[in-house]
Structure formats: structure tokens, C-alpha cells
């Protein structure tokens, strides 16, 4: 095994350790909550930044500049806002379940099968109604 094949092979590995972590671990699930607390914090800074600046005294030879940032953030907000709405992924109604039992013979008898075989022919042992009451309503 090469060299590029050894550092290609140990990268995925590890790939697949930070996986592991970040989604399977409580130490994941705790790092997780860090980096939306970690966000909210930023988007809080952002929003406070903003407010400051369009707060201050206009200089005069400049009237118009901090509220052009104020508009210019709340342009890339609603953007923002606007793609993740439509972005979302679309629910569609669910409808009632339907289901129809499998036939058999009468007098049909149980086959005793021991090991792996093909079998050709159906078999059914046991059927049970599950309801018809859709999953969501």
C-alpha cells in the first residue's frame, strides 16, 4: 500500500471517528448545543454592531452611510429567511392506510423447512390488521 493510499485510508477513518462522535456520542450532543449557543452569540453581536452603528451621529459629510449597512443587513436577512423557507422541505398529507390480506388454501399445510432452500410457493402463517388511521392528521 502506498503512501497517498495509507494518508487516504487514515483520513476516512477519522472521518468516520468524528462522525461518530459528533452525531452518536453525548459528548457530540453537548459540543452541538455549544455551536448553536456559539451562533446565537455571533447573530447577537451582529444584530447589537448594527444597532450601535445606525445609533451614532451621521457625520455630515457622510449622511446616509451607517443606515445603509442597517438596510444592507436586513436585505441578507430576509434573503436568508426567504431560501430557508423555500428551501424546507415540503410535507404532503398522508393519506389513510390501506391494506388487503394475503389468500390461502384451507387444509393447506405448514412446510417444515430445515436450512437455506428456494422456496417457489407463498406461505402465510399469520396475518394481523395493522388499522387504517393515518400517521399524521
Known sequence: MGLIAR??????????????????????????RWLVVLGCLVVLVQIIRVSIAS????????????????VVQLV?????AYMAYANQPKVE???AQSGTA???????DVLQIFGTVWISDQ?????????TDAIRK
Open 7 to 32: 494518508i487516504r485510508r487514515r483520513l476516512n477513518i477519522w472521518a468516520w471517528r468524528i462522525r461518530f462522535w459528533w452525531l452518536d456520542t453525548p459528548a457530540g450532543e453537548l459540543a452541538r
Open 55 to 70: 445609533l451614532m451621529p451621521l457625520p455630515p459629510d457622510q449622511p446616509a452611510k451607517s443606515w445603509i449597512w442597517v
Open 76 to 80: 441578507i436577512a430576509l434573503v436568508a
Open 93 to 95: 398529507d398522508s393519506s
Open 102 to 108: 394475503p389468500t390461502t388454501e384451507d387444509g393447506q
Open 123 to 131: 406461505f402465510v402463517l399469520a396475518w394481523k390488521m395493522m388499522g
